[in-house]
Protein backbone atom coordinates (compact mmCIF):
# COMPACT_ATOMS: atom_id res chain seq x y z
CA UNK A 1 0.00 0.00 0.00
CA UNK A 2 1.55 3.03 -1.32
CA UNK A 3 1.76 5.71 2.00
CA UNK A 4 -0.35 8.99 1.71
CA UNK A 5 2.42 11.95 0.57
CA UNK A 6 2.62 14.35 3.34
CA UNK A 7 1.39 17.96 3.66
CA UNK A 8 5.03 19.45 3.71
CA UNK A 9 4.92 18.11 -0.33
CA UNK A 10 2.50 20.99 -1.09
CA UNK A 11 4.74 23.41 -2.41
CA UNK A 12 5.78 27.13 -2.01
CA UNK A 13 4.29 29.53 0.61
CA UNK A 14 2.34 31.35 -2.13
CA UNK A 15 0.10 28.28 -3.16
CA UNK A 16 -1.35 27.88 -0.27
CA UNK A 17 1.64 25.61 1.36
CA UNK A 18 2.14 24.30 4.63
CA UNK A 19 2.88 27.32 6.26
CA UNK A 20 -0.57 28.06 7.06
CA UNK A 21 -1.77 26.86 10.46
CA UNK A 22 -3.25 23.14 11.15
CA UNK A 23 -0.34 21.63 8.87
CA UNK A 24 2.16 19.99 11.62
CA UNK A 25 -0.99 19.07 13.63
CA UNK A 26 -1.86 16.52 10.36
CA UNK A 27 1.05 14.09 11.89
CA UNK A 28 -1.53 14.27 15.05
CA UNK A 29 -5.02 12.89 14.39
CA UNK A 30 -7.30 14.19 16.48
CA UNK A 31 -9.00 11.05 17.46
CA UNK A 32 -11.61 12.53 20.44
CA UNK A 33 -12.89 16.04 17.90
CA UNK A 34 -16.56 15.94 18.44
CA UNK A 35 -17.85 17.18 15.25
CA UNK A 36 -20.56 20.03 15.37
CA UNK A 37 -23.77 18.75 16.33
CA UNK A 38 -26.14 18.03 13.21
CA UNK A 39 -22.62 17.99 10.86
CA UNK A 40 -23.94 16.51 7.52
CA UNK A 41 -22.37 13.36 6.31
CA UNK A 42 -23.18 12.81 2.96
CA UNK A 43 -22.86 11.80 -0.73
CA UNK A 44 -22.98 12.84 -4.23
CA UNK A 45 -22.19 11.54 -7.21
CA UNK A 46 -22.78 13.20 -11.39
CA UNK A 47 -25.64 12.01 -13.03
CA UNK A 48 -23.83 10.25 -15.73
CA UNK A 49 -21.99 8.30 -12.82
CA UNK A 50 -25.35 7.28 -11.32
CA UNK A 51 -27.82 7.08 -14.16
CA UNK A 52 -25.44 6.99 -17.12
CA UNK A 53 -25.93 9.24 -19.70
CA UNK A 54 -28.82 11.17 -21.34
CA UNK A 55 -30.09 10.91 -25.04
CA UNK A 56 -29.99 14.54 -25.16
CA UNK A 57 -26.17 15.22 -23.43
CA UNK A 58 -23.06 16.66 -24.77
CA UNK A 59 -21.70 13.82 -23.08
CA UNK A 60 -24.13 11.17 -25.14
CA UNK A 61 -22.31 12.52 -28.71
CA UNK A 62 -18.91 11.47 -27.17
CA UNK A 63 -20.33 8.22 -26.17
CA UNK A 64 -22.20 7.39 -29.82
CA UNK A 65 -18.52 9.22 -31.76
CA UNK A 66 -16.36 6.03 -29.30
CA UNK A 67 -14.06 9.08 -28.09
CA UNK A 68 -15.09 7.41 -24.40
CA UNK A 69 -16.67 4.70 -22.98
CA UNK A 70 -20.11 3.97 -22.85
CA UNK A 71 -21.94 4.43 -19.39
CA UNK A 72 -25.11 2.36 -19.68
CA UNK A 73 -26.87 3.03 -16.95
CA UNK A 74 -23.82 3.97 -14.37
CA UNK A 75 -24.08 3.02 -11.06
CA UNK A 76 -27.98 1.77 -11.95
CA UNK A 77 -29.47 4.33 -9.45
CA UNK A 78 -32.14 5.19 -11.73
CA UNK A 79 -33.70 1.94 -10.63
CA UNK A 80 -31.99 1.41 -7.91
CA UNK A 81 -32.55 4.33 -5.82
CA UNK A 82 -34.91 3.37 -3.02
CA UNK A 83 -32.75 0.82 -1.71
CA UNK A 84 -30.13 2.72 -2.43
CA UNK A 85 -30.99 5.76 -0.22
CA UNK A 86 -31.84 3.28 2.45
CA UNK A 87 -28.72 1.75 2.38
CA UNK A 88 -27.01 5.28 2.55
CA UNK A 89 -28.82 6.32 5.78
CA UNK A 90 -28.34 2.91 7.18
CA UNK A 91 -24.78 3.03 7.06
CA UNK A 92 -25.35 6.92 8.77
CA UNK A 93 -25.32 9.37 5.97
CA UNK A 94 -27.56 12.26 6.50
CA UNK A 95 -27.45 14.47 3.83
CA UNK A 96 -27.32 13.36 -0.33
CA UNK A 97 -26.52 15.54 -3.38
CA UNK A 98 -28.54 14.91 -6.38
CA UNK A 99 -28.18 15.93 -9.96
CA UNK A 100 -31.43 16.55 -12.19
CA UNK A 101 -30.05 16.23 -15.46
CA UNK A 102 -30.95 19.09 -17.63
CA UNK A 103 -30.60 17.36 -20.56
CA UNK A 104 -33.05 14.30 -19.01
CA UNK A 105 -35.59 17.65 -17.84
CA UNK A 106 -35.81 19.13 -20.60
CA UNK A 107 -34.06 17.08 -24.14
CA UNK A 108 -35.77 19.91 -26.37
CA UNK A 109 -35.79 23.50 -25.66
CA UNK A 110 -38.72 24.24 -24.09
CA UNK A 111 -40.35 20.95 -23.93
CA UNK A 112 -40.27 19.73 -20.58
CA UNK A 113 -40.73 16.00 -19.96
CA UNK A 114 -43.12 15.40 -17.19
CA UNK A 115 -42.13 12.18 -16.51
CA UNK A 116 -38.58 12.73 -15.83
CA UNK A 117 -39.92 15.71 -13.41
CA UNK A 118 -42.18 13.26 -11.91
CA UNK A 119 -39.51 10.61 -11.22
CA UNK A 120 -36.65 13.03 -9.57
CA UNK A 121 -39.75 14.04 -7.56
CA UNK A 122 -39.97 10.21 -6.17
CA UNK A 123 -36.00 10.57 -5.64
CA UNK A 124 -36.27 13.26 -3.51
CA UNK A 125 -39.32 12.01 -2.03
CA UNK A 126 -37.84 8.62 -1.06
CA UNK A 127 -34.70 10.50 0.31
CA UNK A 128 -36.74 12.37 2.46
CA UNK A 129 -38.64 8.82 3.75
CA UNK A 130 -35.22 7.19 4.46
CA UNK A 131 -34.46 10.09 6.04
CA UNK A 132 -31.93 12.18 4.56
CA UNK A 133 -31.46 15.88 3.82
CA UNK A 134 -31.46 16.00 -0.17
CA UNK A 135 -29.20 18.47 -2.30
CA UNK A 136 -30.42 19.26 -5.73
CA UNK A 137 -27.96 20.35 -8.08
CA UNK A 138 -28.71 21.54 -11.41
CA UNK A 139 -25.63 21.30 -13.38
CA UNK A 140 -22.49 18.77 -13.26
CA UNK A 141 -20.28 18.41 -16.44
CA UNK A 142 -22.91 17.32 -18.68
CA UNK A 143 -25.12 20.31 -20.68
CA UNK A 144 -28.40 19.64 -23.03
CA UNK A 145 -26.53 19.00 -26.95
CA UNK A 146 -28.88 22.08 -28.02
CA UNK A 147 -27.79 24.59 -25.11
CA UNK A 148 -24.17 23.44 -25.17
CA UNK A 149 -23.57 23.77 -29.02
CA UNK A 150 -26.22 25.42 -30.69
CA UNK A 151 -26.80 28.24 -28.02
CA UNK A 152 -23.04 28.62 -27.28
CA UNK A 153 -24.05 27.74 -23.20
CA UNK A 154 -22.73 29.72 -20.90
CA UNK A 155 -20.33 31.42 -22.81
CA UNK A 156 -23.25 33.51 -24.75
CA UNK A 157 -24.78 36.12 -22.24
CA UNK A 158 -28.65 35.46 -23.90
CA UNK A 159 -28.57 32.16 -23.88
CA UNK A 160 -27.42 32.27 -20.08
CA UNK A 161 -30.23 34.93 -19.36
CA UNK A 162 -32.86 33.18 -21.62
CA UNK A 163 -32.34 29.52 -20.93
CA UNK A 164 -30.05 28.65 -18.46
CA UNK A 165 -32.18 31.32 -15.78
CA UNK A 166 -35.41 29.83 -16.80
CA UNK A 167 -34.04 26.40 -16.07
CA UNK A 168 -32.92 27.43 -12.32
CA UNK A 169 -36.99 29.37 -12.13
CA UNK A 170 -38.10 26.25 -13.15
CA UNK A 171 -36.10 23.79 -10.90
CA UNK A 172 -36.98 25.44 -7.94
CA UNK A 173 -40.43 25.69 -8.37
CA UNK A 174 -40.44 21.94 -9.25
CA UNK A 175 -39.03 20.63 -6.73
CA UNK A 176 -38.91 23.57 -4.02
CA UNK A 177 -41.27 21.36 -1.73
CA UNK A 178 -38.92 18.41 -1.34
CA UNK A 179 -35.38 20.03 -2.05
CA UNK A 180 -33.63 20.62 1.45
CA UNK A 181 -30.57 22.68 -0.32
CA UNK A 182 -29.23 23.69 -3.32
CA UNK A 183 -25.97 23.14 -5.07
CA UNK A 184 -26.46 25.11 -8.75
CA UNK A 185 -22.75 24.02 -10.50
CA UNK A 186 -20.57 21.68 -9.56
CA UNK A 187 -17.08 23.57 -10.04
CA UNK A 188 -18.29 26.05 -12.38
CA UNK A 189 -14.23 26.95 -13.38
CA UNK A 190 -12.96 23.46 -13.68
CA UNK A 191 -15.74 22.51 -15.93
CA UNK A 192 -14.56 25.26 -18.59
CA UNK A 193 -11.24 24.60 -18.26
CA UNK A 194 -11.84 20.83 -18.77
CA UNK A 195 -14.32 21.64 -22.03
CA UNK A 196 -12.57 24.38 -23.46
CA UNK A 197 -8.76 24.54 -22.54
CA UNK A 198 -8.06 20.89 -21.70
CA UNK A 199 -9.89 19.25 -24.20
CA UNK A 200 -11.05 16.55 -21.79
CA UNK A 201 -15.08 17.84 -21.89
CA UNK A 202 -17.35 18.25 -24.64
CA UNK A 203 -16.57 20.32 -26.85
CA UNK A 204 -12.90 19.23 -26.28
CA UNK A 205 -11.33 22.05 -26.96
CA UNK A 206 -8.11 23.47 -26.68
CA UNK A 207 -8.74 27.53 -26.88
CA UNK A 208 -7.47 29.55 -25.15
CA UNK A 209 -9.92 32.37 -25.90
CA UNK A 210 -12.73 30.60 -26.34
CA UNK A 211 -11.93 28.97 -22.44
CA UNK A 212 -11.55 32.64 -20.66
CA UNK A 213 -15.12 33.09 -22.36
CA UNK A 214 -16.57 29.38 -21.01
CA UNK A 215 -14.33 30.59 -17.24
CA UNK A 216 -15.82 33.84 -17.71
CA UNK A 217 -19.94 32.49 -18.49
CA UNK A 218 -19.57 29.90 -16.41
CA UNK A 219 -18.75 32.11 -13.32
CA UNK A 220 -21.73 34.44 -14.25
CA UNK A 221 -23.98 31.87 -14.61
CA UNK A 222 -23.24 30.22 -11.02
CA UNK A 223 -23.49 34.09 -9.74
CA UNK A 224 -26.74 34.48 -11.52
CA UNK A 225 -28.09 30.99 -9.75
CA UNK A 226 -27.14 31.63 -6.58
CA UNK A 227 -29.25 34.91 -6.76
CA UNK A 228 -32.69 32.99 -8.52
CA UNK A 229 -32.24 30.36 -5.45
CA UNK A 230 -31.10 32.39 -3.08
CA UNK A 231 -34.57 33.93 -2.64
CA UNK A 232 -36.14 30.77 -1.67
CA UNK A 233 -36.07 29.06 1.63
CA UNK A 234 -33.69 26.44 1.58
CA UNK A 235 -30.51 27.38 1.71
CA UNK A 236 -27.42 27.27 -1.04
CA UNK A 237 -23.96 26.00 -1.63
CA UNK A 238 -21.53 26.90 -3.38
CA UNK A 239 -19.61 23.88 -4.77
CA UNK A 240 -15.93 25.12 -5.61
CA UNK A 241 -12.77 23.62 -7.08
CA UNK A 242 -10.22 25.00 -5.30
CA UNK A 243 -7.03 22.72 -5.38
CA UNK A 244 -3.29 24.01 -4.17
CA UNK A 245 -1.48 25.48 -7.54
CA UNK A 246 2.14 24.07 -6.82
CA UNK A 247 4.76 25.38 -9.66
CA UNK A 248 6.57 22.10 -10.48
CA UNK A 249 9.99 24.35 -10.90
CA UNK A 250 11.41 28.07 -10.80
CA UNK A 251 10.66 29.41 -14.39
CA UNK A 252 6.61 27.88 -14.02
CA UNK A 253 6.06 30.04 -10.75
CA UNK A 254 4.40 33.12 -13.22
CA UNK A 255 1.96 30.46 -14.39
CA UNK A 256 1.32 29.21 -11.07
CA UNK A 257 0.37 32.67 -9.91
CA UNK A 258 -2.07 32.87 -13.06
CA UNK A 259 -3.97 29.64 -12.21
CA UNK A 260 -4.10 30.52 -8.25
CA UNK A 261 -5.46 33.96 -9.35
CA UNK A 262 -8.39 32.03 -12.20
CA UNK A 263 -9.02 29.09 -9.33
CA UNK A 264 -9.20 30.63 -6.16
CA UNK A 265 -9.62 34.42 -6.60
CA UNK A 266 -12.57 34.40 -8.80
CA UNK A 267 -14.30 33.31 -5.69
CA UNK A 268 -12.47 34.40 -2.75
CA UNK A 269 -12.84 37.97 -3.79
CA UNK A 270 -16.69 37.71 -5.32
CA UNK A 271 -17.72 36.30 -1.69
CA UNK A 272 -15.59 38.36 0.65
CA UNK A 273 -15.21 41.62 -1.41
CA UNK A 274 -17.90 41.91 -3.57
CA UNK A 275 -16.13 42.23 -6.49
CA UNK A 276 -15.94 40.26 -9.86
CA UNK A 277 -12.56 39.63 -10.72
CA UNK A 278 -10.70 37.36 -13.76
CA UNK A 279 -6.93 38.17 -14.37
CA UNK A 280 -7.14 39.20 -17.88
CA UNK A 281 -10.15 41.71 -17.64
CA UNK A 282 -10.79 44.88 -15.26
CA UNK A 283 -12.41 43.86 -12.13
CA UNK A 284 -16.17 45.24 -12.07
CA UNK A 285 -18.00 45.73 -8.83
CA UNK A 286 -20.77 43.10 -7.24
CA UNK A 287 -21.24 43.97 -3.62
CA UNK A 288 -24.82 41.74 -4.41
CA UNK A 289 -22.15 38.47 -4.56
CA UNK A 290 -20.99 38.94 -0.66
CA UNK A 291 -24.45 37.29 0.87
CA UNK A 292 -25.03 35.13 -1.80
CA UNK A 293 -24.37 31.42 -0.74
CA UNK A 294 -25.03 30.03 2.66
CA UNK A 295 -22.32 27.31 2.55
CA UNK A 296 -19.02 27.60 0.76
CA UNK A 297 -18.51 23.85 -0.19
CA UNK A 298 -14.85 22.83 -0.94
CA UNK A 299 -13.52 20.15 -3.85
CA UNK A 300 -10.11 20.16 -2.86
CA UNK A 301 -8.63 16.04 -3.47
CA UNK A 302 -5.56 16.92 -4.80
CA UNK A 303 -2.79 19.93 -5.74
CA UNK A 304 -2.22 20.67 -9.01
CA UNK A 305 1.24 20.94 -10.73
CA UNK A 306 1.69 23.83 -13.08
CA UNK A 307 4.83 23.80 -15.53
CA UNK A 308 6.35 27.01 -17.41
CA UNK A 309 3.77 26.26 -20.21
CA UNK A 310 0.86 26.41 -18.24
CA UNK A 311 0.40 22.68 -18.37
CA UNK A 312 -1.61 21.11 -15.58
CA UNK A 313 0.24 17.96 -13.81
CA UNK A 314 0.00 15.47 -10.67
CA UNK A 315 1.75 16.62 -7.55
CA UNK A 316 3.81 15.38 -5.85
CA UNK A 317 5.51 14.10 -9.39
CA UNK A 318 6.54 10.82 -7.45
CA UNK A 319 3.23 10.38 -5.57
CA UNK A 320 0.33 7.79 -6.45
CA UNK A 321 -2.54 8.91 -8.95
CA UNK A 322 -5.67 7.55 -8.74
CA UNK A 323 -8.15 7.64 -11.84
CA UNK A 324 -8.65 11.08 -12.45
CA UNK A 325 -4.82 11.43 -12.97
CA UNK A 326 -3.69 13.19 -10.00
CA UNK A 327 -2.66 11.79 -6.42
CA UNK A 328 -4.58 12.23 -3.94
CA UNK A 329 -3.40 13.95 -0.94
CA UNK A 330 -5.33 14.04 2.39
CA UNK A 331 -3.83 16.90 3.62
CA UNK A 332 -4.48 19.03 1.00
CA UNK A 333 -8.33 19.73 2.38
CA UNK A 334 -6.77 20.93 5.35
CA UNK A 335 -5.28 23.19 3.84
CA UNK A 336 -7.47 24.73 1.74
CA UNK A 337 -9.99 24.56 4.25
CA UNK A 338 -7.95 27.02 6.54
CA UNK A 339 -7.00 29.20 3.51
CA UNK A 340 -10.41 29.36 2.67
CA UNK A 341 -11.62 30.32 6.02
CA UNK A 342 -9.33 32.41 6.21
CA UNK A 343 -10.59 34.47 3.78
CA UNK A 344 -13.91 34.12 4.47
CA UNK A 345 -14.14 34.06 8.02
CA UNK A 346 -17.45 34.71 8.46
CA UNK A 347 -19.05 31.64 6.06
CA UNK A 348 -20.21 28.03 7.13
CA UNK A 349 -17.73 25.66 5.07
CA UNK A 350 -18.90 22.14 3.72
CA UNK A 351 -16.40 19.77 2.08
CA UNK A 352 -18.81 19.18 -0.99
CA UNK A 353 -17.15 16.37 -2.45
CA UNK A 354 -13.98 14.02 -1.55
CA UNK A 355 -13.27 10.91 -2.76
CA UNK A 356 -10.39 8.60 -5.03
CA UNK A 357 -11.24 6.90 -8.50
CA UNK A 358 -9.51 3.27 -7.52
CA UNK A 359 -10.34 -0.21 -7.71
CA UNK A 360 -7.80 -0.40 -4.51
CA UNK A 361 -10.31 -0.31 -1.32
CA UNK A 362 -7.73 -0.34 0.96
CA UNK A 363 -6.26 2.91 -0.82
CA UNK A 364 -9.41 4.20 -0.11
CA UNK A 365 -9.93 3.53 2.59
CA UNK A 366 -6.38 4.79 4.07
CA UNK A 367 -7.28 8.12 2.01
CA UNK A 368 -11.35 8.81 3.59
CA UNK A 369 -9.86 7.88 7.05
CA UNK A 370 -7.12 10.56 6.64
CA UNK A 371 -9.47 13.04 5.10
CA UNK A 372 -11.97 13.07 7.94
CA UNK A 373 -8.66 13.25 9.93
CA UNK A 374 -8.22 16.46 8.47
CA UNK A 375 -11.89 17.82 8.95
CA UNK A 376 -11.94 16.55 12.38
CA UNK A 377 -8.08 18.78 12.71
CA UNK A 378 -10.11 21.99 11.21
CA UNK A 379 -12.76 21.73 13.38
CA UNK A 380 -10.68 21.80 16.54
CA UNK A 381 -8.74 24.69 14.88
CA UNK A 382 -12.12 26.42 14.73
CA UNK A 383 -12.66 26.38 11.09
CA UNK A 384 -16.81 25.81 11.02
CA UNK A 385 -16.75 23.49 8.63
CA UNK A 386 -20.47 21.57 9.17
CA UNK A 387 -20.22 18.43 7.06
CA UNK A 388 -18.36 16.26 4.34
CA UNK A 389 -20.10 14.89 1.11
CA UNK A 390 -18.32 11.33 -0.47
CA UNK A 391 -18.13 11.09 -3.99
CA UNK A 392 -19.77 8.92 -4.57
CA UNK A 393 -21.76 6.51 -2.31
CA UNK A 394 -22.20 3.28 -5.75
CA UNK A 395 -19.49 2.49 -7.58
CA UNK A 396 -20.30 4.37 -11.22
CA UNK A 397 -19.31 6.06 -14.59
CA UNK A 398 -15.86 7.78 -14.54
CA UNK A 399 -15.46 10.35 -16.90
CA UNK A 400 -13.20 9.16 -19.69
CA UNK A 401 -12.37 5.76 -17.80
CA UNK A 402 -15.54 4.29 -18.05
CA UNK A 403 -16.75 1.95 -15.13
CA UNK A 404 -12.84 0.65 -14.37
CA UNK A 405 -12.34 3.70 -12.01
CA UNK A 406 -14.57 2.63 -9.03
CA UNK A 407 -15.31 5.98 -6.21
CA UNK A 408 -18.51 4.36 -4.58
CA UNK A 409 -18.63 2.82 -0.74
CA UNK A 410 -20.81 0.13 -2.38
CA UNK A 411 -19.53 -1.91 -5.48
CA UNK A 412 -22.41 -2.20 -8.28
CA UNK A 413 -24.07 -5.05 -6.79
CA UNK A 414 -24.37 -3.46 -3.48
CA UNK A 415 -22.22 -5.16 -1.44
CA UNK A 416 -20.40 -2.17 1.38
CA UNK A 417 -16.70 -2.14 0.86
CA UNK A 418 -14.31 -2.33 3.94
CA UNK A 419 -13.66 1.54 3.11
CA UNK A 420 -17.55 2.00 4.01
CA UNK A 421 -18.32 0.21 6.77
CA UNK A 422 -15.18 1.82 8.55
CA UNK A 423 -16.46 5.62 7.24
CA UNK A 424 -20.13 4.17 8.60
CA UNK A 425 -18.17 2.79 12.05
CA UNK A 426 -16.72 6.13 12.54
CA UNK A 427 -19.76 7.96 12.31
CA UNK A 428 -22.58 6.39 14.32
CA UNK A 429 -19.86 4.87 16.61
CA UNK A 430 -20.64 1.09 15.74
CA UNK A 431 -20.32 -1.32 13.23
CA UNK A 432 -22.68 -1.62 10.48
CA UNK A 433 -25.17 -4.24 9.64
CA UNK A 434 -23.72 -7.67 8.67
CA UNK A 435 -26.00 -7.83 6.11
CA UNK A 436 -24.93 -4.77 4.05
CA UNK A 437 -21.82 -6.96 2.90
Request: aromatic share 8%.
Amino acid sequence: MTPTRSCSRLGPPTTGSCSTAGCSAATDPAATVVLPEGFRWGATASSVSADGVAPAADWSTWERDGRVPRSGAGGGFTSDYADDLETAARIGLTDVRITVEWARLEPKPGRVDPGVVDHYREVLQAARESGLSPWVTLHHTSLPGWFAEDERGFRDASSRSRFWARHVDRTAEQFDDLAAGWAPIEDPVGWALRAFLLGTRPPGETNPERARDAVAGAVEATFDAWRLLGSGRQPVMAVLGLPSVVAVDAAARDEARLWESVLWDTWLRALGEGEFALPWRAPVERPDLQGLVDLVGVVADHPVGIDRHGGFHPYPADGRNDGSGFCPVPEELGVVLRRVHEALPDRDLVVAATGAATDDDDWRDELLTATVDQVELAVADGVPVTGLFHDSLVDGYEWTRGLDAPRGLLTRDRRLKFSGRRLSERITGHPPDATLG
